[in-house]
C-alpha cells in the first residue's frame, strides 16, 4: 500500500500498535493525541486516509471527521470505537464516515478496512483527474496544452516522480511535455519510451539506478506515435494499479492527439481555401484603393487652403483609412501568396538583435527591461532571413504591445543538438491570454486589437512552417506570454 495516514487516539499504547501495523503495510503514519494537534496536522499537509477515536475531548471523532472534511474533501474517514455498537457505527457512517473498526483490533479487519479505504480514495480521485483531464482535452485544440495537460495528470495521479509525454520524430522518440521533477539524464526515460513503441503495450523498465519507468505507447489510427512514460521515486515499486492506470492516460492522450491533428488539419485546409479567396478579394480592391489614394492626397492639398480647418483634417482622416485599407490589402496578399524561401547561412542571434534594433522607438519613455540570454554554442543555421525577420517583429512588437509602459522582455536562444534545432524564445510581462485567445491566436483574421489585421501570427506560423519548424505559445491572464519558435539547423 502506499499512502499517508492520520492517526488520532488519546491513548498512547493504541497510537502506538497502530503506527506499528500501518508503517508495516507500506503508509507514512502521522499520530497525534487529540483534536487540536489532528487539525495542526491537517493544515500542514496532505492525508489519504484518517483513523479517528469516537471518544475524544473537546471534540468527538465524528465532529473531527466533519471538521476534516471540510478542509480536505474526500478524506476516508474510519472511526474507531471500543464499544463497537450499532447505532454509533450507523451515525458515523450517515454523517461520512467510510466506516469503523471496534477495539481492540484484529489485524485481518484493520488491513481489509485500511486497502478498502484506501482503494476508494484513490480510484475517487483517479476517476476525478481523469475526468478534469477529458474535460481539458476536448476543450483545446492545441496540441502543447494537450500533452501538458497529459503530462500533469499523470504525474499527479501515480505519485511518480516525473511524468514525460514522448512523441516519434523522424523515428526517435522527443520529449514533447513534462512533469514532475526534471530527470537527471533522458536516456532512460527515452528507452524505456522506445521500449512501449516497439512493443505496443505498456511496458516496465529497470534502469541503471534501479529507478523503475513505466511507458504505455500512445497508439493512433493503429499505430505508435509515441509514448507517456512515468519513473517512480527511489525504492518505491510499482503497483500493475500503475500501470492500467498509465494506459488509461495514454489511451486518452493518443484520442486527444487524434482528434487536435484532425483539428489542426481541417482548420489548416479551411484557412488556406480563405486566404486564397481573401488574396483574390485584395486584388481586386488594389486598383480602386490606389486610385481613392490619389484623390484623397489631392481633396487634402484643396482643402488644406480652405478657411474651415475641420475640412482638412476630414481630407487627413479619409487618407489615413485609405493607408489603413492598402496595408490590409498588401498582407492579405502576402498570405494568400506564400513566399518561396531563399535559404543562406544565418545566424539567428545576429538576426534577432536587429530586430530588436528596429524596435528601439517602441521602447522610448517606456520603462521596459530588456534580458537576452543567448546560448554560446548557437550554430549557423540555413534559413530565409527576410521572412524570419517579418516573423520576429511581428513576436517583439505583439510582446511590446501587451506590456504597456513598464516590463519585461526576455529574449533567449539556445541550441538542441538533440532534436538538430534552434529555439528562440520571446517572453514579456504582459497581460497574457485567456483560453479562448490562445486556441484562435493563429486563426487569420483573428486578433484583439482595435486596429489590428489578425494576419501577423498566420503569416508567422507559415513562415516558420515553411522552414520545417514549430511555433509553440504559452500564456496565461495576468502572467504574461511565452513565444517559442524552433528552426532546423539543416535543410529539412
Not at 454523517?95 to 477495539?103: E, N, P, S, V
Not at 521533477?181 to 534502469?207: C, D, H, N, R, S
Not at 506515435?225 to 488509461?248: F, I, K, Q, Y
Not at 504591445?401 to 519585461?408: F, L, N, P, S
Amino acid at each position: 500500500m502506499k499512502g499517508r495516514v492520520l492517526v488520532v487516539d488519546n491513548d498512547p499504547q493504541i497510537r502506538e500498535v497502530l503506527e506499528m501495523r500501518l508503517e508495516a503495510l507500506g503508509l507514512a503514519v502521522t499520530a497525534v493525541a487529540g483534536p487540536r494537534e489532528a487539525l495542526a496536522a491537517l493544515d500542514a499537509g496532505g492525508f489519504d486516509l484518517a483513523l479517528f477515536d469516537l471518544k475524544m475531548e473537546p471534540m468527538d471523532g465524528i465532529a473531527l471527521m466533519e471538521t476534516a472534511h471540510q478542509r480536505l474533501p474526500g478524506l476516508p474517514v474510519l472511526i474507531m470505537t471500543a464499544h463497537g455498537s450499532i447505532e454509533d457505527a450507523v451515525a458515523a457512517i450517515q454523517r461520512g464516515a467510510f466506516d469503523y473498526l471496534t477495539k481492540p483490533f484484529l489485524p485481518d479487519e484493520l488491513r481489509a478496512r485500511v486497502g478498502q479505504a484506501l482503494s476508494e480514495r484513490r480510484w475517487a480521485r483517479d476517476r476525478g483527474r481523469l475526468k478534469a483531464v477529458g474535460e481539458t482535452l476536448a476543450s483545446s485544440g492545441v496540441m502543447e496544452r494537450i500533452l501538458d495537460a497529459v503530462a500533469q495528470a499523470t504525474v499527479e495521479a501515480t505519485e511518480a516522480e516525473r511524468s514525460v509525454v514522448f512523441l516519434l520524430e523522424g523515428g526517435q522518440a522527443i520529449p514533447m511535455a513534462s512533469a514532475g521533477t526534471q530527470p537527471k539524464a533522458w536516456e532512460p526515460l527515452q528507452a524505456a519510451a522506445a521500449a512501449a513503441v516497439e512493443k505496443g503495450v505498456p511496458t516496465t523498465l529497470i534502469g541503471a539506478e534501479g529507478r523503475v519507468a513505466l511507458a504505455a505507447p500512445l497508439v493512433v489510427k493503429g499505430g505508435p506515435v509515441g509514448a507517456l512514460v512515468v519513473e517512480c521515486p527511489e525504492r518505491v515499486a510499482p503497483t500493475p494499479e500503475d500501470l492500467e492506470l498509465l494506459a488509461l492516460f495514454s489511451f486518452q492522450a493518443a484520442v486527444a492527439l487524434k482528434n487536435a491533428h484532425e483539428l489542426s488539419q481541417l482548420r489548416s485546409g479551411a484557412l488556406a481555401a480563405l486566404g486564397r479567396m481573401a488574396a483574390q478579394v485584395a486584388h481586386e480592391l488594389k486598383n480602386p484603393l490606389g486610385g481613392l489614394k490619389l484623390y484623397a492626397r489631392h481633396l487634402e492639398k484643396r482643402l488644406a487652403a480652405a478657411p474651415d480647418p475641420e475640412l482638412g483634417e476630414l481630407a487627413q482622416k479619409i487618407g489615413r483609412a485609405i493607408d489603413h485599407l492598402a496595408n490590409l490589402v498588401t498582407e492579405i496578399t502576402a498570405f494568400g501568396r506564400p513566399a518561396e524561401l531563399k535559404r543562406e547561412p544565418v545566424n539567428v542571434v545576429q538576426l534577432l538583435d536587429e530586430c530588436l534594433a528596429l524596435c528601439q522607438d517602441r521602447l522610448a519613455r517606456r520603462h521596459i527591461r530588456v534580458s537576452r540570454e543567448y546560448a554560446p554554442d548557437v550554430p549557423v543555421a540555413l534559413l530565409d532571413p527576410r521572412e524570419l525577420r517579418k516573423v520576429f517583429l511581428n513576436l517583439l512588437l505583439n510582446a511590446l504591445e501587451a506590456m504597456g509602459d513598464e516590463g519585461t522582455l526576455s529574449v533567449t536562444v539556445s541550441h538542441r543538438p538533440e532534436e538538430g534545432m534552434i529555439q528562440l524564445t520571446i517572453e514579456d510581462s504582459g497581460c497574457g491570454m485567456s483560453e479562448e485567445t490562445l486556441s484562435r491566436v493563429f486563426d487569420l483574421f483573428f486578433t484583439t486589437k482595435p486596429h489590428g489585421t489578425g494576419l501577423g501570427m498566420a503569416i508567422a506560423r507559415s513562415v516558420v512552417d515553411l522552414h520545417g519548424g514549430r511555433i509553440q505559445i504559452e500564456s496565461r491572464p495576468g502572467e504574461g506570454t511565452r513565444v517559442h519558435v524552433l528552426l532546423p539547423v539543416r535543410h529539412p
